[in-house]
């Protein structure tokens, strides 16, 4: 069954991915239940929140859902939760939502009522986040972090914390040569490897007063880094 074609995002690479019948219809319930949650009230310009499409999250789980199925999911930087609460309910049932903006944690508990779900909510920021502490606790991590472009290295901040205590890494990643190879010397320093599961361009509506137009488009990495010695 081929890929849903009016997509919110372009997928650069791989040129073409069909999903099998059962991964169609979870595709489509994925979509649905982020539908019904909210996206950022009052965005922080700091923090760099913006979501992502529906369709965009359901796709990335789908992709990377034989790293979710039943492990412990830490989603680093979980915002209103549209990647957390669809893995506790289609994937894993202890995960775990990390974030700094206690405002966007009480969207997430609110939703999260009203689907009849749990997950474990961490107020905090990346910097407080003791790797050693969760070593051994979490399986994969799943982020989409900030780029960077308010605060410079930030995203090497969150990937940094979470190669040292996860054994698998889903995170999206401004696509360029130079970043690539930053985010393989990185991985390498933790004994991990990187790879490209898929290349995306989607649109980030206009947001905060310094963009200039109604949309803009951004392009993305979705890399998996896991350990060096496994599949």
């Known amino acids: 069954m081929s890929f849903p074609k009016k997509s919110q995002f372009v997928l650069h690479y791989p040129k073409k991915m069909d999903l099998l019948r059962s991964e169609h219809v979870l595709f489509n319930e994925i979509k649905s239940l982020v539908n019904n949650i909210?996206?950022?009230?009052?965005?922080?310009?700091?923090?760099?929140?913006?979501?992502?499409?529906?369709d965009l999250?359901?796709?990335?789980?789908?992709?990377?859902?034989?790293?979710?199925?039943?492990?412990?999911?830490?989603?680093?930087?979980?915002?209103?939760?549209?990647?957390?609460l669809p893995i506790s309910k289609f994937f894993s049932e202890r995960v775990i939502g990390v974030d700094?903006?206690?405002?966007?944690?009480?969207?997430?508990?609110s939703a999260m009522n009203k689907l009849h779900l749990h997950v474990d909510l961490l107020n905090t920021s990346i910097?407080?986040?003791?790797?050693?502490?969760?070593?051994?606790?979490?399986?994969?991590t799943i982020m989409n972090p900030?780029?960077?472009?308010?605060?410079?290295?930030?995203?090497q901040v969150f990937l940094r914390k979470s190669l040292a205590y996860s054994e698998v890494v889903i995170s999206l990643?401004?696509?360029?040569?130079?970043s690539r190879n930053l985010w393989k010397r990185?991985?390498?320093?933790?004994?991990?490897?990187?790879t490209i599961l898929a290349t995306i361009e989607f649109s980030v509506l206009r947001t905060f007063k310094f963009h200039l137009?109604?949309?803009?488009?951004?392009k993305v990495d979705l890399i998996r880094f896991s350990n060096k010695d496994s599949s």
């Open 57 to 84: 999250i359901a796709f990335i789980l789908i992709l990377t859902r034989k790293d979710l199925i039943n492990n412990n999911i830490v989603d680093l930087g979980c915002g209103t939760g549209r990647f957390t």
């Open 146 to 155: 900030p780029f960077g472009t308010q605060r410079r290295g930030i995203d």
């Open 213 to 218: 137009h109604d949309q803009h488009n951004v």
């Open 38 to 54: 909210e996206t950022f009230k009052n965005p922080k310009i700091g923090l760099e929140q913006y979501s992502l499409p529906s």
């Open 127 to 140: 910097e407080f986040v003791e790797p050693s502490n969760w070593k051994n606790l979490f399986q994969t």
């Open 186 to 194: 990185i991985a390498s320093s933790y004994n991990k490897r990187s």
């Open 100 to 109: 700094s903006d206690f405002s966007v944690l009480n969207q997430l508990r």
């Open 173 to 178: 990643h401004k696509t360029s040569t130079k």
